[in-house]
């Protein structure tokens, strides 16, 4: 049994976080997982491909300094913002009744109700993904998937929630690693992909609420027998928060950022008698420079959360699935957001839900990189625990079919004769700055693939590979591979954006406090789990 490589790419408003695990058998291993600033991404989505590349860059060449391997592809998400869900079907009738239903001809009915689904604006939009919600025969009604598969009947019925995305928005994820030669493996929907790696099985099969608070989407994903039933998302999170205390305060962000991680906590009542203690702003000579009360910022992160958890409430409300006999299992959150102290017991006071802190569930062993079981790494972890059931997959090895955009060339010109053309020579590829080469392991034997995630929580694409919940559509497949044409073709090719230049690092003020107690003391009525 050889060992293999996964590597995930989660493109976050504020973070860009790579995280590398070593693939043994069913034995996870976080190898390597580090979180740095973004920039060009907005809403979860890349805005501007240039300054994502500069950035995305050194944080892979920093991954593959460190593990002294060369990452030749990646596993990435799609954006949480700007996408809308609908509803489709398809049905079929059998040619042979009288035999039991295959996973085959559901995978067929899966592939005609996405094909079959009519986009709004085809040129703009592409379907990120689609769940499987029931399955119907002359005889039974409303059948999981699992369930259905082995029933003999004549007319088989499926219905699917349908989300559909920019395709702007996925063609600039395809820019960036394009303009780094690297190959994106797997492209996945997140919100289905962060539950597997936080929620427990009884907890999606009873019904549950999962909210991912990120720097700038918030997003609620609900579960009821272990399907993924509905999901929405709003552009108001971490950032926020740190923007009303930027304001507030007449601060710099970072300093904002960095008060609200040491000492943000939500519900200022629940103070103890440290509230009133006073967090003094010094600059680099040791002056005096602002002061502002543990207190005070409270107040501050408290009004924006409400806004924000009340908003994800209302689309709990509108899903249908808002009573406590549905929502068995509560309210878990998750998300760089949920660290701030105090998050679930105000949820929990808002709500009236059971409400508990999702962490990265230890289907993985991460000794050397405590952050990869922190909840801010709960979208990297689902994204490794999805693919890794894909046993041909290993991101240090070279994408099969792998194909780079390239610009035609020029017409000659009488100031610019057309040269004889020189032998040809072994085509090269664009690669990131060279590291020390690895020994590559091979890959398994195709016969011992397997699917990547459940079905029975998250559905197939049907893109010809088996992603679950992840990979192309059909439309957005043809395009890229226009795209890709050179001058004899139909594309108009890529130029790229290969900007060299690195950003500064730059630190921001010191800040220093008289309160010497954890942030944890200062506060009461705290949950356990919580602390």
């Not at 609908?86 to 001809?105: F, H, K, L, N, V």
């Not at 699917?160 to 690297?182: L, T």
């Not at 919100?191 to 929620?199: C, D, E, F, Q, S």
């Not at 006073?278 to 409400?306: H, L």
């Amino acid at each position: 049994m050889e060992e293999r490589y996964i590597a995930s790419v989660d493109l976050g408003t504020s973070k860009i976080a790579v995280c590398v695990a070593r693939i043994l058998g069913q034995d996870v291993q976080v190898i390597y997982y580090k979180e740095s600033p973004s920039q060009g991404i907005r809403y979860s989505y890349v805005n501007n491909p240039g300054k994502v590349e500069d950035r995305l860059r050194r944080a892979i060449t920093e991954a593959q300094q460190e593990l002294k391997i060369k990452i030749q592809q990646v596993i990435v998400g799609l954006p949480r913002y700007y996408v809308r869900q609908e509803t489709a079907s398809a049905s079929m009738i059998r040619t042979e009744p009288d035999t039991q239903i295959g996973e085959s001809e559901v995978r067929t009915l899966k592939s005609m109700a996405l094909e079959e689904y009519p986009l709004n604006d085809s040129k703009n939009e592409v379907i990120y993904g689609a769940v499987a919600q029931s399955f119907s025969t002359e005889d039974s009604l409303n059948e999981l998937e699992n369930d259905i598969v082995g029933m003999t009947a004549e007319n088989l019925e499926g219905n699917f929630k349908v989300f559909i995305g920019s395709r702007r928005h996925s063609i600039n994820i395809d820019n960036v690693f394009n303009s780094m030669g690297i190959a994106i493996a797997r492209k996945y929907f997140t919100p289905g992909i962060t539950a597997r790696a936080v929620l427990k099985e009884e907890q999606m099969e009873n019904g549950v609420a999962l909210i991912d608070i990120g720097a700038g989407v918030s997003s609620v994903t609900i579960f009821k027998g272990k399907i993924m039933r509905y999901y929405a998302a709003i552009p108001f999170g971490g950032n926020s928060i740190t923007n009303d205390i930027k304001s507030e305060c007449n601060f710099s962000f970072d300093l904002a950022e960095n008060i609200k991680k040491a000492y943000g906590a939500c519900m200022p009542n629940k103070l103890s008698a440290l509230g009133e203690k006073s967090i003094q702003i010094v600059d680099e000579n040791d002056t005096p420079t602002a002061q502002v009360t543990v207190k005070y910022i409270s107040e501050i992160i408290t009004a924006r959360m409400k806004e924000i958890i009340e908003a994800l409430l209302y689309h709990i409300q509108v899903s249908g699935y808002a009573t406590e006999d549905i929502l068995r299992a509560g309210v878990v959150v998750t998300g760089g957001g949920s660290d701030i102290v105090n998050c679930a017991n105000f949820i929990k006071e808002l709500s009236g839900y059971s409400v508990k802190i999702g962490l990265p569930r230890r289907f993985f062993s991460c000794e050397g990189c405590p952050e990869a079981g922190e909840a801010s790494a709960a979208t990297s972890m689902g994204m490794i625990l999805a693919a890794k059931g894909d046993k041909m997959l290993n991101c240090i090895n070279e994408s099969p079919g792998r194909r780079f955009w390239t610009a035609p060339k020029p017409a000659p010109t009488a100031s610019a004769p057309e040269r004889r053309p020189e032998p040809e020579k072994e085509p090269t590829e664009v690669l990131p700055e060279p590291v020390e080469e690895p020994v590559v392991p091979q890959a398994p034997k195709p016969e011992e693939e397997e699917p990547a995630i459940e079905e029975t929580v998250i559905a197939t694409v049907n893109d010809g590979d088996g992603t679950l919940f992840g990979g192309y559509s059909k439309d957005e497949i043809e395009d890229f591979h226009n795209r890709q044409e050179d001058e004899g073709g139909k594309g108009k090719g890529n130029k790229g954006n290969k900007k060299d230049s690195r950003p500064k690092i730059t630190w921001i003020k010191r800040f220093q406090t008289k309160v010497s107690e954890s942030v944890g003391s200062l506060f009461d009525g705290m949950d356990k789990e919580e602390v």
